[in-house]
């Protein structure tokens, strides 16, 4: 016998319309800058990809773009036919950023439409492939960008990413009421440099704080989707453009990202779905 796997396409938000080809699409957000969010989405995005899915990924951060580095790519996409563009790739998985499209030390200095419609025009003119996820790396905040997201992008599923601390999980507060109020789906919590455990004695320290994560899931009711601990590796492995979850797969804080990772697909797979996705058929006997 054998198995074919198909992840269902989950119901987004109301009154948008859903993209060809991807089944899910992912929103990372924080409501702040500084909590590790792209680490957390460009490794949740490998260790998807890992598990068997399809996967790509949206750097929205259309003002600070750091998926191309911590991928490690480089180099213009190409534009086959003048119009659309595709995707670069790097561990499993796609990717395309405005990081790709302009010099590395350029600033956008752009207002808020323009940013925008730079990120609508990335998502829609990109050639993506036949994708079960596509995670969004999203800026900072709550503004233009995200609105834009809630009223126009079918969002499948928002992970709100935070740090122990209380300034993060006061700002981690502000991003649920956000997707709440735009009618995004939230998935749940993702606690980054949770712990810190010394690499020369073993001495483990909350250096941001305890239980933040669990105590805005209890607050909220969504779930902790994990807790990352706090690791030189990991940040090291990101400036390489080796992702700690494909460059150390052993490794402990690579074996958090994949158990996040499977709890978020878990808890997407408890929404509302619009297709069917697991096909059996039987091969010999």
Not at 31 to 39: F, I
Not at 193 to 204: D, E, K, P, Q, R
Not at 235 to 243: M, S, T
Request: aromatic residues 4%; charged residues 20%; proline residues 7%.
């Amino acid at each position: 016998m054998t198995i074919r796997q198909r992840i269902d396409a989950h119901a987004p938000q109301p009154g948008v319309t859903t993209l060809t080809s991807v089944r899910n699409l992912l929103v990372v957000g924080s409501g702040k800058g500084g909590v590790g969010k792209s680490t957390v989405a460009v490794n949740l995005a490998v260790a998807l990809a890992q598990e068997g899915a399809r996967v790509g990924i949206l750097d929205a951060d259309i003002y600070g773009p750091s998926v191309p580095m911590m991928l490690g790519l480089s180099g213009r996409p190409d534009s086959p036919d003048g119009k659309s563009i595709e995707p670069l790739r790097a561990h499993g998985i796609e990717a395309m950023s405005i990081g790709l499209l302009v010099e590395h030390d350029t600033p956008m200095i752009w207002r808020g439409p323009m940013a925008t419609s730079a990120l609508t025009q990335l998502l829609n003119d990109t050639r993506w492939g036949d994708l079960d996820y596509l995670i969004l790396d999203l800026p900072p905040g709550t503004g233009d960008i995200q609105l834009t997201l809630a009223q126009k992008i079918p969002v499948a599923g928002a992970i709100v990413v935070t740090t122990p601390q209380d300034v993060a999980t006061l700002d981690a507060r502000k991003a649920v009421r956000m997707f709440e109020k735009v009618n995004v789906p939230i998935l749940g919590f993702v606690e980054n440099m949770a712990l810190h455990v010394c690499s020369n004695c073993g001495h483990a320290e909350h250096i941001f704080g305890e239980g933040g994560g669990s105590r805005l899931a209890a607050d909220y009711g969504y779930p902790l989707l994990g807790s990352l601990p706090l690791e030189r590796a990991i940040r090291e492995r990101g400036d390489a453009g080796a992702p700690v979850v494909a460059s150390e797969p052993d490794s402990a804080a690579a074996h958090a990202f994949v158990a996040a990772a499977r709890r978020v697909a878990v808890e997407l797979a408890r929404r509302p779905t619009v297709a069917r996705s697991l096909s059996i058929s039987l091969a010999g006997e």
